[in-house]
């Protein structure tokens, strides 16, 4: 991932208290993590930064819609997500970023890089299973559909069927068994 100015945040410059960002999030952004799972997206990302004395702290919030193919139907459609992450930046003697709620920053460093922290929040919070919402009421009329439905009818019909076709040869094998 190249460093993009718009998500390095210089925070040497800003007095203490709390600060207010916005990012607004599309494909472009995803493409810089070779991440393709949207068709597309459009997410606001809202950003309270607080910086104290000693460290920083960072709540990120986001809302918005990805465009994904159902994973029932494979049609594609606007997926509205939402989440919110916070993220506590404090400052050591070497990089870690092994917490995913800590980040240790060397002293000396005059900006925090927040796209990978976006990325993270914004793709878990996609559900695993992405369902249409037109599957869920019903209201989905697609190909696939119409022609499933045509086939699970002819199938009901053709078990009803078979059921009341007994061969008498099995009527003799069931009076055997009742018979003792």
């Not at 000396?108 to 976006?118: L, M, N, P, S």
């Not at 190909?143 to 045509?150: G, R, V």
């Not at 019909?157 to 009341?164: A, D, L, R, V």
């Amino acid at each position: 991932m190249s460093k993009t100015k718009e998500f390095l945040i210089p925070f040497v410059g800003l007095k203490l208290g709390k600060h207010h960002f916005e990012y607004q999030i599309n494909n472009t952004f995803f493409k810089n993590f070779e991440y393709d799972e949207f068709q597309s997206s459009d997410i606001k990302v809202n950003l309270l930064f607080d910086k104290k004395s000693n460290m920083l702290e960072l709540e990120f919030k986001h809302k918005g819609t990805v465009n994904v193919p159902c994973d029932l139907t494979g049609e594609d459609f606007d997926l509205p997500i939402k989440g919110k992450m916070k993220l506590i930046v404090r400052f050591g003697d070497e990089f870690n970023d092994d917490n995913e709620e800590l980040l240790i920053l060397p002293h000396g460093e005059h900006e925090v890089d927040i796209a990978q922290y976006i990325y993270e929040m914004i793709a878990l919070s996609v559900p695993q299973k992405r369902i249409h919402p037109g599957v869920k009421d019903g209201s989905l009329q697609t190909e696939a559909l119409t022609k499933l439905n045509e086939l699970s009818v002819k199938e009901q019909k053709e078990e009803s069927n078979k059921e009341e076709d007994i061969d008498p040869r099995w009527e003799k094998l069931k009076k055997l068994l009742t018979d003792k």
